[in-house]
């Protein structure tokens, strides 16, 4: 028998790439169900205005049109999306000053539409082609009212207002402080304004959002296939919407091509095909195009600093304020959820006892404002680090030397920041050293001093030459909570169902690791079931860099709780005390005696119920347990990112001559999947810098369709990334984990924004703004 132990830190290949690789992948697009109807919906081009009618005539009269309904008709027998995405722990409501304003999105406008792209009537037909056939044939008069496309605007006394209910388009606003800002802005040597601008762009997975559902009559249930990244939590909207016990309706994502945080939650469209499946009785399936992905499914970023800090003739930072504004569009799908992730994540790894800040998210008539990898956290990211390259130009000090002098030593750790996270916890830097980090990561890069001698002789001759650095913090591992059942399979195999939703990122090969070190046995013993409500009836899913920190802490749990029945088992079997037991290879053994085991699937038949047993008295049957991890609070995963990058300042091109990137998310499951996320999430986060942008027009109008508009990073875009990993486990959890899965978006855009800056820091020049674009960099030179 192979010998087993130790998988946690392997780069086991992936198990998921048995199928992908080889196109058995099955993707909800893929989905052919009998009788199925194809739905299309029929969009607003308008970006603000009042419905005064919807015409579904002509459309009901198309070849193979079976049945359509628009916003004013379906208002009458549906409920809106519910407002329980937005729940907030009581430590958090009584801990900061709040206010909320919850406008519930319909599953179709029925009074206004509020952004160009926004669902107002949906055609189901025999073919994808015929339904969007008829959508073309569908009129509707809708009266134009003046859009909100600047949210600075919106909140004047004479904006258009998009909730009128509200009177206002202020519909979120929250402070959150610790020492005395004010005093210590006034007596700071140095005191500095400025205004930064996190643009808006997207996740831009590579399959877009579908959903297909299957009504049965006869058991009076549902199915329904999401490509979502939290189907226990789609399962608990669609019984409020549809009316209808949980029990009797099954969620499940298949492969899914990516998230990013854009399936992070629950859509209009995911409710509404379920509900026409049950009204039409038959399967419904609705795939969202490119253009509709665009205009429908939730931009990010989108905000808006202005931030005024003190600091003294060494370049400590002594007093950090800043009132952001939030352009959260037409809809508020996770209430604070992003805006609080970037007022907690703006102090960073640095070390400074005076801090406010708030916070006011404003409604526009733009696609609503939800989380994008880093969720919130790029924002903070780029105003701090902006913030101590500015300090640097000021005081004529090298960036570096200012990051070194402000950040949290590694001797302070664990670092009690003074503020409350959005689970309510205080919030502790768990470990970690961050000034090694910022070491490691200048030596990869050559050294500082190095650099500037190269740079200097480069300006000379007329080549430009930049150093930009991006530190960061990242509470990962958020709660409330995950689930995991394990189960001893009769065959022996270990049976693992969690509440995690995979969307690529190989958690099928990671959770397989770590149930094989629990159990010693080898990973391919292992079956992984997740994504699907009817294999574990409570779960979360998989946002915020969560899964891996919050499933393997319930599968520790589970399988702790489960080895003590075993092992009472198999010691009445073997006659002996149960810690006299070892799991080995694939059984339990005698410790000590080589060749006195049984296997587990032995075990497994002994704990069956019925007659003759092998159950001692006293335990029950069969070998299953089910376990929730509540993490106390999050864990802080931390990185530094560097790169020279040399600008050619005639076509306002950066190159990215050199990129590093030295990370801690504790212990490291699978180095290779780590490396993979980290390379991703880089690639999007210099694809926001450099190249994406989601912008309007003064009327409310997307400027982007497609990806001729939209342009993402390329291969021949992608630098290669010099990857440094630090280890410093978690106290927080069973097996020291740190999420990973969002921290490489957070840095590039702030790294390269400071390159840039530094670069042409003789023509004293800032670049505070997202993205950089040529322009900016050939107006520079005037």
Request: glycine share 10%; proline share 7%; charged share 20%.
């Given at each position: ?13 992936r198990r998921e790439d048995k199928r992908l690789l080889t196109g058995k992948g099955e993707f909800v697009a893929d989905l052919k169900l009998p009788s199925m109807l194809h739905a299309a919906f029929v969009r607003s081009q308008v970006a603000h ?230 009204e039409v009785g038959r399967p419904v399936k609705w795939i969202e195009d490119r253009h509709e992905h665009f205009m429908s499914a939730c931009h990010s970023r989108d905000q808006t600093h202005d931030v005024e800090f003190g600091f003294d003739d ?469």
């Amino acid at each position: 028998m192979a010998e087993t132990g130790g998988f946690i830190g392997k780069s086991v290949p992936r198990r998921e790439d048995k199928r992908l690789l080889t196109g058995k992948g099955e993707f909800v697009a893929d989905l052919k169900l009998p009788s199925m109807l194809h739905a299309a919906f029929v969009r607003s081009q308008v970006a603000h205005g009042r419905i005064k009618s919807v015409d579904l005539s002509r459309a009901l009269r198309s070849p193979g049109v079976v049945y359509a309904i628009s916003g004013p008709d379906l208002a009458k027998l549906l409920p809106p999306v519910p407002d329980t995405q937005l729940s907030l722990p009581k430590k958090w409501t009584t801990r900061v000053q709040h206010t909320f304003l919850n406008p519930q999105q319909p599953l179709l406008a029925y009074d206004k539409v509020r952004h160009v792209g926004e669902a107002v009537a949906v055609i189901l037909a025999e073919s994808r082609y015929l339904a969007e056939d008829a959508a073309e044939l569908v009129t509707m008069e809708i009266e134009p009212l003046p859009a909100v496309v600047d949210p600075e605007a919106g909140l004047t006394r004479d904006s258009a207002v998009l909730h009128e209910q509200y009177d206002t388009n202020l519909i979120g606003d929250f402070a959150i402080a610790k020492g005395d800002v004010e005093t210590a802005l006034a007596n700071a040597p140095h005191r500095m304004k400025r205004r930064f601008y996190h643009h808006r762009y997207a996740a831009i997975p590579m399959e877009g959002r579908g959903v297909a559902a299957n009504y049965d009559a006869r058991t009076d249930s549902i199915n329904i296939w999401s490509a979502c990244q939290v189907i226990h939590w789609l399962r608990r909207e669609a019984s409020t919407v549809l009316g209808m016990p949980e029990a009797r309706i099954r969620c499940v994502a298949l492969d899914v091509g990516g998230g990013f945080g854009v399936k992070g939650h629950v859509y209009p469209e995911e409710l509404l095909i379920p509900y026409l499946a049950r009204e039409v009785g038959r399967p419904v399936k609705w795939i969202e195009d490119r253009h509709e992905h665009f205009m429908s499914a939730c931009h990010s970023r989108d905000q808006t600093h202005d931030v005024e800090f003190g600091f003294d003739d060494d370049g400590r930072l002594l007093a950090f304020q800043d009132e952001f504004l939030v352009d959260c569009g037409a809809w508020n799908p996770i209430g604070s959820g992003i805006a609080y992730n970037t007022a907690v994540h703006l102090p960073g790894p640095y070390k400074f006892e005076h801090f406010a800040v708030r916070s006011k998210i404003v409604a526009t008539n733009k696609v609503p404002n939800a989380p994008y990898r880093g969720a919130g956290r790029p924002e903070a990211t780029f105003a701090m680090e902006r913030v101590i390259d500015l300090i640097a130009a000021e005081l004529g000090l090298d960036p570096a030397d200012v990051r070194m002098r402000n950040m949290i030593p590694a001797s302070e750790m664990p670092y009690r920041l003074g503020l409350p996270y959005r689970d309510g916890e205080p919030i502790v830097y768990d470990s970690g050293d961050y000034p090694e980090s910022l070491r490691q990561a200048l030596a990869a890069l050559g050294g500082v001093d190095a650099f500037r001698d190269r740079q200097r002789a480069a300006r000379a001759q007329g080549r430009y030459f930049g150093l930009g650095l991006g530190c960061y913090v990242e509470g990962t591992g958020v709660g409330p909570f995950e689930s995991a059942t394990v189960r001893v399979d009769p065959t022996g195999k270990i049976y693992l169902a969690g509440g995690a939703c995979p969307q690529g990122q190989g958690m099928e090969t990671i959770f397989s690791q770590i149930v094989a070190d629990a159990w010693q046995v080898q990973p391919d013993d292992v079956v992984v079931a997740l994504a699907d409500t009817s294999v574990i009836s409570i779960g979360f899913g998989t946002i915020a860099s969560r899964s891996t920190v919050n499933l393997s802490g319930a599968i520790h749990t589970a399988s702790q709780s489960l080895q003590k029945k075993v092992f009472a088992i198999a010691a009445d079997m073997l006659e002996c005390s149960p810690a006299d037991l070892e799991l080995r290879n694939g059984t339990v053994g005698l410790v000590g005696v080589p060749g006195r085991e049984i296997p587990l699937a032995r075990i497994a038949k002994a704990a069956m119920p019925g007659w003759d047993n092998k159950r001692p008295a006293g335990v029950s049957a069969g070998l299953e347990e089910t376990a929730y991890f509540e993490p106390p609070t999050v864990t802080w995963a931390y990185a530094t990112h560097a790169a020279i990058v040399e600008l050619d300042v005639e076509l306002g091109r950066v190159e990215i001559e050199k990129y590093v990137i030295v990370h801690d998310c504790g212990v490291v499951v699978n180095p290779m999947l780590v490396d993979g996320q980290i390379n991703g999430g880089a690639v999007q986060g210099l694809g926001g810098a450099l190249l994406e942008e989601l912008s309007y027009d003064s009327e409310g109008q997307l400027l982007v369709g497609s990806f001729m508009d939209y342009l993402v990073p390329g291969a021949s875009d992608v630098p290669h990334f010099e990857l440094k990993h630090m280890h410093f486990p978690s106290p927080l959890n069973p097996y020291g984990v740190k999420g990973v899965g969002e921290g490489s978006a957070i840095a590039p855009p702030v790294v390269i924004a400071n390159a840039v800056s530094d670069a042409l820091s003789h023509l004293k020049v800032e670049f505070n703004s997202t993205p950089i674009r040529p322009e900016h960099i050939v107006t520079a030179f005037g």
